[in-house]
């Protein structure tokens, strides 16, 4: 259960325990995929800058109910405040069936990617962040697990297989879009954009610009293609985790080729930013630079390339996450070999981080555990998905 520093107390534990639902959290990773990657090794010296009560938990009072969904196009008003702002104290705003893939803070709202696996079933569901409504606007069954979860003011697209998915915001639709494509994918304008896998015995792989509006695709750049490690990487064809448009040019997380590489929609040419090392994956777009993740940390390298800055040694890929607000990196880190895990707080600028929030592994937990599913960040909140035994518990904090 969570703790933070403190005992839950008996109420709180019978407030958290009244939560549960009916499918299971993340599986940890096989003993034989971690062998493949060395432990995290989180930074230790920071001290907690807000650690809160346990007893401060605030309750949410019936907000985790579904409720009907005849108006799912219609979006809160931003001035909606957060349920935990002003609070120093966890605010409890429900739980989903299932584990959580993805996260996003938008427009007053809390979008949550959840996937049942019994049923197959990923499910989008939208909270309000002050915890007064909840509404499950989509959901899609497939033979696979969602991957590359990314949303627009209007949909919510991720990849199954080699399948674009989208979920309409407006009337619930969710249907598939593009076929074809590796598991990243990205959306800018009226086009996505994803990597298609060359052939069996192929010496590059594509990058692909397709229409949301008529399907046609356009070849952007040839990506020289490289040799998979299945056994690390689950595929067997090609294995890009994440892009990133700014503008005309394409960022692209090349996990086999253990690389960032830049594409440009003028000329479409390809080059490579760094040589990050293994398990590249997220890309944060910053004016001059960009900002990835890597095993080793949290990097950052100019967007023309050049040297990598280690920016700390948290993030590291792939047993940890991070988000991004426009000014401080929030990352979502296991503490090796425990039942821990702490939430982050690193300033753009020069500063060490600082550890802000502690979660442990439910009980009876066995180890790997996995305890966090993801975090996201707005302009007055942190939200993190808790696992359960049999489901994933949101919470919101107050940032300031």
Known sequence: MLTQHAQLSSKVVFVLLLLGSVQGCRHAPSERQRATTKPPTPTTSAAPTATPSAAAIVDAAGSHRDAAVPDVGTTRDPALHCKARGKRALALLGTVR????????????????????DMRRASLTRIARDGSSRQKLSHHDGPSEPKSFM?????AYFTRKTHVIRMSLGTGEAKEVIHGF????????DFVYGVSCGSKGATADTLVRASLVNGSRESIAELPHVPVN?????????????????GDTVFISDWAGRRILSTSLRDKSM????????????ITLEPETIVYQAEGGLYRVPRAGGESTRLADLANTPF???????????????????????????????APPHKVLQFKGYKNC???????????????????????????????????
């Open 98 to 117: 299932g584990r959580v893939l993805g996260m996003e803070a938008h427009e007053g709202n809390l979008f949550v990617l959840h996937f049942e696996e």
């Open 151 to 155: 949303m627009t003011s209007d949909a």
């Open 182 to 189: 590796a598991e990243a994918i990205t959306v800018a304008g």
């Open 230 to 246: 299945k056994r690390a990487s689950g595929s067997d064809a090609c294995d890009y985790h994440f892009l990133a448009v700014d």
């Open 271 to 282: 080059s490579v930013v760094t040589h990050a090392g293994s398990y590249p994956m997220r």
């Open 320 to 350: 940890a996450n991070y988000t991004y607000d426009g000014l401080e990196y929030w990352i979502n880190q296991s503490v090796a070999y425990t039942d821990e895990v702490w939430i982050y707080r690193l300033a753009q600028v020069g």
């Open 366 to 400: 066995s180890y790997p555990c996995e305890i966090t599913d993801g975090i996201a960040v707005d302009d007055e909140c942190l939200y993190v998905a808790h696992c359960e035994e049999h489901s994933d518990t949101l919470f919101a904090w107050p940032k300031n």
